[in-house]
Structure formats: structure tokens, C-alpha cells
């Protein structure tokens, strides 16, 4: 099954489609956009002293990749039938890393509005999940894959190093909203973007959430370029993905003019032209915070 790029929604209208798919009993969902094709299992090199949650590696046309078994990564026990096992062969945050899965079923697609946070209570502190949504009776959990190459992988994520190379920062007086879901890369951000010497930083779990936030302003009567210069958005998050934000935004007559700049892993080749269909100032990759700093000090009010 590969994935067809012609698939792809029309930008900003809060959907999304997912590859569901099975380990053991349970059901998982992947976004197709993350997906490059889905293949049964070839036979995997053992890569010695390699992180335990990576199997080793394949060559897939050409191309060296590493295959990460899923269930180990959650803590579920091996596949009862391999037999039925897939390999889900998928690129974001500028890498291609194949995952194994027990099962896979089909694509949905839903609305961002479908998928609700999970509970602290059942989630937990090391938790990957992102979003459940319920579909048929089911239970089917987002798993937040990031996460997962980032524990194997720290390098992967986002470094302070980086921005530390920028060189000595001058404090900013600039305010910045930021809706990230991930209450990681949250912390990531806030304190990556203070080192780059931006202290003032509202932070939103989705785009729901901020644009409440700005709307408020606007209902305030608060002159919105005075209290915010710029807006930085990840694309997946529950209740309201970042192209529907960046176009209410960019759609709202009082919130226009606000620099709206998309920082996630989906920002590829193939998919960059979505966030310009929405209206973005800019667009760049998790992890490149450098990049990050340097497009927020260049769009900033």
C-alpha cells in the first residue's frame, strides 16, 4: 500500500485521515501525511549495541533505514502472529525511519475536533499517546511518534546547543503565542526561546486554545499588534490542527497582520505548499530551532 500524495486534504479545513493499525489487541493511528508506504516485513540486519527498541536496519530502494519495533517502545508484548505483521515506512522531522506493527487495518478520516486529550490519570508521565479517538466502538490512540525517535534518538529533538550557537542574545520585548500539544517540546520551547532571549511567551496545548486566547483580545477591544507580534504553531494537535489556525488567523480581519510561523515535523517538499495555502509567513522543520529563532527574529511585529 503506498501512499498517494493526491490523497492529501484541502489545507486548513481542521481534518485529518489516519492509517489505523493493531498491536496486540489494541488499536493505534498514524497520519497518512507521515506515511510513505506500508509493506510486509522484509528481513532486518541486527545492528550491534543498538538502542533495544531498534530491531536494526533494511534497505528499501536503495536506501539504508532503521526499523523500530512499536510494541517495545510502548511496552506491549511481541506480535502473536507475524505472520500478519507490517512495516509502516514513514518521513518527518527530515528522516525516514520504518515502523513495526502487528497489524494494519485502514484509513480514516476525521475531524481534529474527534480526538480528545488524554487524561492524566490513565495516561501517565511517560506516556506517547497524544490523542483517543473513538471510532466505531473503538478506542483508537494517537501515538505520538516523535516521542518515540526522540527517546531512542535524543540527538533528534530539539537542542539548546543550538541556539547557544547563535551567539550572545539581547533580551526581547517581543510577546510570542506558541500552541504545541506536546507538554515536552513545551518546555523545550520555553526554554530554547528564552536562551534566544524571548521571556515573554504565551504557550497553548492547541489551536483551539490560542485563537480563543487572541479572539478574547480582539473582543477586549486590545490592540492585537500591541500585545502580540508573533505566532508559532505546530500542525498536529487535538480539537484544532495548525492550518486551521494559521487560517482563522489569517481569515479574522483584526488578526491578519499577525506573523504566523508553523514549526513542526510534517514540513516537507511534498507538504509545504499546504502552509502556504493557509497563509503562513514561514515554515520550519522540528527540530531546527535555529532556523526557528532566526525566522521569528526576521517576522516579529
Known sequence: MENNKGILLESGTNELEIVEFGIGKNH????????REIINPVPVTIVPNSHPHVEGIIELRGEVLPVVD????????????PEKDKFI?????QQKIVFHVHSVSQIHRISWQQIEKPSQMYKGAESQIIGVIKLNGQMIFLLDFEKIVVEINPESGINMERVQKLGKRERSNKHLVVAEDSPLLRKLLHDTLEEAGYHYIEFFENGNEAYQYLENMVNKGSNIEQEVQLVITDIEMPQMDGHHLTKKIKENNHLSKLPVIIFSSLITDDL???GQMVGANAQVSKPEIEELVRLIDQHAL
Open 272 to 274: 509545504r505548499h499546504k
Open 28 to 35: 493505534f493511528g498514524i497520519n497518512v501525511i507521515k506515511v
Open 70 to 81: 512499536v510494541a517495545k517502545a510502548i511496552g506491549f508484548p511481541d506480535s502473536e502472529t
Open 89 to 93: 515506512v514513514t518521513e518527518f522531522n
